[in-house]
């Protein structure tokens, strides 16, 4: 997982507990409107029990509510960690089972009748929190909890004589308790649709991006798309120094020989050409820095230690393939090995991956020296000896001079 990745998951985890931060505030807040609201329409019973009963649901909601402000007040901060969702998920199950405890305590009923008390009716809602963090291990846990703890509270016994007992059960099942669970089905069904608008929301983006990545590559190589597909374009903007080999690639005498061509046979000319080098430098793992014209630059990373080795094939590949496609096409093949920065330059307008250093200028002037040699290819002597390459069909050329350098070069060709 790339450190983008990781950032990407890290604040979706925070978002959803802002938002889950708020729906405790939400629902504690609901729930307490609507508990006010049906005792004033209907009445309380005088009742040591109802008055418990009402004193337990009071300090949940009350609980709930401060859980959704310590944890909004700790996102707002900055202060959030990826353990806190872990903490936050298993105290929302806690709640739900400490309160439906307590009501049977209360009332003194086995649990049996646990289904009759509306906090477990909250059931439903704390799973649907729990789908908003898009975490299924997260949301495992919490089920086994729920459900282990619904079947700890289902064995137990009558804490009161059985007749006692279900005479206060009467309560539970009248308008109040049952307009609480109205609102509770409503309030879990409130979450799940947030949670697929949310879900929405990360499949859009998730889209946008890929789509976005899409276009990029068809800036860079192709064969950049999986390297594009583990790290940011961020890091790969920031390049690095490295060892690389450099080809260039030229048609010979193309001016002349495209001079009485009409444009759809040059353009003919030049996919077959692209075709051939594409196919050989993909085949050698080089990437494709550019065509310019007639042209082409080829770069050949060094991670195996045998790039030099594979620019040569390249070089040789390349002369046969063309020649193969078209024998009355010849080319003029330069290469150079050494260090230069490798990386993606440019803005958000346009990006492209490129090579840059004087070794880039070498190879550029071994190609165009080919003219003048009467070799296809010329390798600069780097090329040749970290490549270990057999002599024979080579001839030398020491102490070569190139336009523009001071230095001269040492190289083979053929």
Known sequence: MTPETRRILFDAEAQ????????????????????????????????????RQLAYAVLTMGSYLALGVVFVVVIRLGRFRRWMVWVSALIDCVFVLLGTWLSLSNVGLSGQYISAFPTIWLIPVVLACGALRFNPALLTVMA?????????????????????????????????????????????????????????????????????????????????????????????????????????????????????????????????????????????????????????????????????????????????????????????????YGAAFTGIVGDAGRLEFTVLGDMVNVAARLEAATKGRDVTILVSDDVFSSAGADQTGWTAFDALTLPGRAQTVDAWGR
């Not at 889950?20 to 609201?37: A, E, K, P, Q």
């Not at 069904?189 to 929405?200: E, H």
């Not at 790039?307 to 390249?314: D, G, P």
């Open 16 to 51: 959803a507990e802002w938002v889950i931060g708020l729906l405790r505030l939400v629902i504690s807040t609901s729930l307490f409107v609507v508990l006010v609201v049906t005792v004033a329409i209907y009445g309380r019973p005088t009742s040591e029990v109802v008055d």
């Open 144 to 336: 086994v909890v729920l459900v282990g703890g619904y079947w700890m509270v289902l064995n137990i016994p009558f804490l009161l004589p059985e007749d006692v007992a279900l005479a206060q059960l009467d309560f539970f099942f009248g308008w109040p308790p049952n307009l609480v669970r109205m609102v509770m089905i409503t309030l879990a069904a409130g979450v799940l649709v947030l949670a697929s608008l949310r879900l929405r929301t990360l499949l859009h983006r998730s889209i946008e991006e890929a789509q976005a990545r899409g276009r990029l590559t068809r800036f860079l190589p192709e064969q950049l798309e999986a390297r594009l597909a583990q790290t940011d374009v961020a890091e790969m903007r920031g390049g690095a120094v490295a060892p690389v080999a450099v080809a260039f690639v030229d048609i010979r005498g193309f001016t002349k020989m495209t001079a009485d061509m009409d444009p759809e046979e040059v353009s003919h000319l030049l996919t077959g050409f692209r075709s051939c080098i594409l196919r050989v430098a993909e085949a050698q793992g080089g990437l494709v820095d550019k065509f310019i014209g007639d042209g082409a630059m080829i770069a050949f990373e060094d991670a195996d230690g045998q790039a030099a080795a594979r620019a040569l094939r390249f070089a040789t590949g390349a002369a046969e393939a063309v020649r193969h496609w078209r024998s009355d096409v010849s080319l003029g093949i330069g290469a150079h």
